[in-house]
T-cell receptor, first 109, second 118 residues
Framework: DAKTTQPPSMDCAEGRAANLPCNHS???????VYWYRQIHSQGPQYIIH???NNETNEMASLIITEDRKSSTLILPHATLRDTAVYYC??????????FGPGTRLSVLP | GAVVSQHPSRVICKSGTSVKIECRSL??????MFWYRQFPKKSLMLMAT?????????EQGVEKDKFLINHASLTLSTLTVTSAHPEDSSFYIC??????????????FGPGTRLLVL
């Protein structure tokens, strides 16, 4: 079973920041938080991952709360091409990736 | 870096035939690859873990004689759907674990193969 809880869907206006929340209240100390997204009829695309510090790359920022029980993926300037299902996954070294239902993000013009 | 390809991207076959799907890691070596299946409007479900040079590990409920997995090299894993039936129609996705980051082991996914069995 997935160890994360995400809202089933969200809307975001084009050009605005998209903030996608994820709850992982049972996360263990050695588990990383990963974010992937899946655009329709494609394989999942890696976005970002982190352990406890906030992370930023060219795609997004990952904000992890101090107690690590939740995190937020931030797409700073959403475009129509960011419309996808976003998956938040927690896993430790050697564990399989378990995909939940994710959040369906719709970026609106 | 970290590109995974799949071939074919789409295949239509008759019931009873076998279909082979290839998964390749293009710019890194992967001792471990994974095969997933995704039905419409559903999430990805892990079918099996493919280990280079050894037998695959199948998830509960996945028939190993029906879904043959071969991982003959560090960059190639194949999934063969034997005696395919219409209920095997699905989106099959592979992934490869990038072990250049041993503690995080990010997985990179292929673009998927859509199988339609008539």
């Amino acid at each position: 079973d997935a160890k994360t809880t995400q809202p089933p869907s969200m809307d975001c206006a084009e050009g605005r920041a998209a903030n996608l929340p994820c709850n992982h209240s049972t996360i263990s100390g050695n588990e990383y938080v990963y974010w992937y997204r899946q655009i329709h009829s494609q394989g999942p695309q890696y976005i970002i991952h982190g352990l406890k510090n906030n992370e930023t790359n060219e795609m997004a920022s990952l904000i992890i709360t101090e107690d690590r029980k939740s995190s937020t993926l931030i797409l700073p300037h959403a475009t129509l091409r960011d419309t996808a299902v976003y998956y938040c996954i927690v896993r430790a070294y050697g564990q399989n990736f378990v995909f939940g239902p994710g959040t369906r993000l719709s970026v609106l013009p | 870096g970290a590109v995974v390809s799949q071939h074919p991207s789409r295949v239509i076959c008759k019931s009873g035939t076998s279909v082979k799907i290839e998964c390749r890691s293009l710019d890194f070596q992967a001792t471990t690859m994974f095969w997933y299946r995704q039905f419409p409007k559903k999430s990805l479900m892990l079918m099996a873990t493919s280990n280079e040079g050894s037998k695959a590990t199948y998830e509960q409920g996945v028939e190993k004689d029906k879904f043959l997995i071969n991982h003959a090299s560090l960059t190639l894993s194949t999934l063969t759907v034997t005696s395919a039936h219409p209920e095997d129609s699905s989106f099959y996705i592979c992934s490869a674990r990038d072990q250049r980051q041993p503690q995080a082991e990010t997985q990179y996914f292929g673009p998927g193969t859509r199988l339609l069995v008539l």
